[in-house]
Structures are given as C-alpha cells and as structure tokens.
Antibody
C-alpha cells in the first residue's frame, strides 16, 4: 500500500524558513517523480515543485522560484521542500504527491494528508 | 503558462442525475490531462489520467473525454459520495497547472 506522510509544517514569521518532509512507502521510490502541491485556505490547488526519480531534474512554479528548493534522499525514501523567505501568501496546506505513469510524470496518483504552513507575525 | 479554465464553477445536481464538467486549456495539452476529486478536509484523489483512463478503483460511472484544449468529465448517475470539488490538471508543460475547480453540490 502506497503511503505518503508529510511533516514539518507550522507557524513561521514572514521572512522565515521551514523544511517540509514527505516520507514514502509502498512503492519503488527512486523510480518516480515526486511533487509538492499547495492549497491556500478556501482556495484551489496550486502545483509548487517537482523532482525526478533520480533527483537530477527539478521544476518550480514562478511564485516560489528562487525561494523554495526541492530535494530527495532515495536512501530514506523521503522528499523535502526547503522554504525560505516565506511570505503571507505561502500560507497553505502543502501536499506531497507521487507522480503517476512511467517515471511519474503523469499527474499525481497518490497524495499525502497534507501539512499546514502558516506564515504570520 | 497554460491556463486551465473549468466550467461551471458550481453545478447543482440531484442524486441519480448526470453531471457534465468542462475543462479548457489555453493551448493544446494533447491528452496529458488528469481529473481529481476533493472532499472537505481531505487530500485530492486521482480520478482520470490521459484524459480518459480511469485510475485504479474509480467506478465506471466516471468517464473522461477530450484532447487538445477541450475536456469533459462525466458522472453518469451521481451518488451521494460524488458531491465534492473536481479539478482538472495538465501535465503536458511546465509549470503544471490546475483549473480553479467545479463544485458539485446537491440540488
């Protein structure tokens, strides 16, 4: 059974940093791309970042480029999102998503339960 | 960036009736389109990928169609558990983008 478990969310001041983690199990982690998707309170879904199975390719939404960094440790079956220079508009539930299809580039077939990040003074 | 536009924003349907949701892309995404269902307080769930392929465990009352820029998700006979928000998402280009969602509510 595929499981994704996010952690690391919390309250942080504007300009601060936070690192999210997503621990995966139930599939060959290194074979699939992984993504982070966020959802601001009462709003829709916004894709944030993706990383290939090997970690060699990374992609970012313009809204987070230069501030967020995605990485993965395939020995620990974990993907991370380092978030720096946080802004109020980064407040959201952050979901970890497993890429679907071959290599994980076809949508997101499994999602974690989400972790809430609140940026406020 | 490819803009995904869903219509209508809200769809009021009676149980047992058919629901038709639309998704339009600002440029062609071929068949690289997914649909998700999200219920309050829950993570999204993949319904369809490749525009028309049901994900594992998704009932046959859900069907998807379209390619290029116009896509449709049809729920043939709405069950109580189908009342939720539905999102389309393209995975043809970076950045990946979602539609704003269609809320299917009980009429």
């Amino acid at each position: 059974e595929v499981q994704l478990l996010e952690s690391g969310g919390g309250l942080v001041q504007p300009g601060g940093s936070l690192r999210l983690s997503c621990a995966a199990s139930g599939f060959t982690f290194s074979s699939y791309a992984m993504s982070w998707v966020r959802q601001a309170p009462g709003k829709g879904l916004e894709w944030v970042s993706a990383i290939s199975g090997s970690g060699g390719s990374t992609y970012y939404a313009d809204s987070v480029k230069g501030r967020f960094t995605i990485s993965r440790d395939n020995s620990k079956n974990t993907v991370y999102l380092q978030m720096n220079s946080l802004r109020a508009e980064d407040t959201a539930v952050y979901y970890c998503g497993k890429g679907g299809g071959n290599y994980g580039w076809s949508g997101f077939d499994y999602w974690g339960q989400g972790t809430l990040v609140t940026v406020s003074s | 960036e490819i803009v995904m536009t869903q219509s209508p924003a809200t769809l009021s349907v009676s149980p047992g009736e058919r629901a038709t949701l639309s998704c339009r892309a600002s440029q062609s995404v071929s068949s690289n389109l997914a649909w998700y269902q999200q219920k309050p307080g829950q993570a999204p769930r993949l319904l369809m990928y490749g525009a028309s392929t049901r994900a594992t465990g998704i009932p046959a009352r859900f069907s998807g169609s379209g390619s290029g820029t116009e896509f449709t998700l049809t729920i043939s006979s709405l069950q109580s558990e189908d009342f939720a928000v539905y999102y389309c998402q393209q995975y043809n280009n970076w950045p990946r983008t979602f539609g704003q969602g269609t809320k299917v509510e009980i009429k």
